[in-house]
């Protein structure tokens, strides 16, 4: 009994207190800045720079298509190029799977 009333003569402490709820928001926003910087940020530059690639190629340019068909461009039309495969043999590739050769598509 003599425990019990010593307990219940110590003051109440308080409950422990956690983090502030605006430094979990500061945690998610950098996070989010992270990945953006390192991951977003560098594709779209890839990916505008490749599209400059493929609207400045012209009649006569060597390409390569993502299914790794090299060939020349003989016609260049909206959305497709005709692209000579061998001699007399021509097939209408679309713009967005032709890159220039040289170009790896798969370069970082």
Known sequence: MNIFLLQAAQPAQAAPQGAPAWTSL????????????????????????LQQQRDALAVGDSIITAGGVHGVIRKVYEQTFEVEIAK???????KSSVYPLGTDPNAR
């Open 88 to 94: 007399d043999v021509c097939i209408e590739i679309s």
């Open 26 to 49: 500061v945690f998610f926003v950098v996070i989010i800045l992270i990945f953006w910087l390192f991951f977003i940020r560098p594709q779209s530059k890839r990916q505008k720079k």
